[in-house]
């Protein structure tokens, strides 16, 4: 399994930037995909996730109201919208996916198992 991940970027606070991770997978919708963010000095933590049907969604409360996780099956890519972007959002972003049945969101690392090469989003105040 490979993820590749793009669209992070140097941004003002209240801006916006939509991430984007493209996965090789044989069969793309059975694979929840997430995204984790891990900045200096700080454990990573989660910031959202997607079920392989996309009809099941969950954010991080500090995200959540400014982001939006969507998926596209037919391309095996996974986005997430990032709105009102504060100085605090700061951080590489990991998208993650692993293969689940059923309607799973995974919010923890460790349950996590592919991990892409991370894209930095860095918010100047």
């Known amino acids: 399994v490979q993820l590749q991940a793009c669209g992070g970027g140097l941004v003002q606070a209240g801006g916006s930037l939509r991430l984007a991770c493209a996965a090789s997978?044989?069969?793309?919708?059975?694979?929840?995909m997430g995204w984790f963010r891990q900045a200096p000095g700080k454990e990573r933590e989660f910031v959202a996730g997607?079920?392989?049907?996309?009809?099941?969604?969950d954010y991080a409360d500090s995200v959540r109201g400014r982001s939006t996780i969507s998926r596209d099956n037919a391309k095996s890519t996974v986005y997430l919208q990032l709105t009102s972007l504060k100085p605090e959002d700061t951080a590489v972003y990991y998208c993650?996916?692993?293969?689940?049945?059923?309607?799973?969101?995974?919010?923890?690392?460790?349950?996590?198992?592919?991990w892409g090469q991370g894209t930095l989003v860095t918010v100047s105040s």
């Open positions: 993650t996916t692993t293969r689940t049945y059923g309607e799973v969101v995974i919010r923890t690392s460790t349950g996590a198992n592919y």
């Open positions: 997607i079920s392989g049907s996309g009809r099941s969604t």
């Open positions: 997978v044989s069969t793309f919708s059975n694979y929840f």
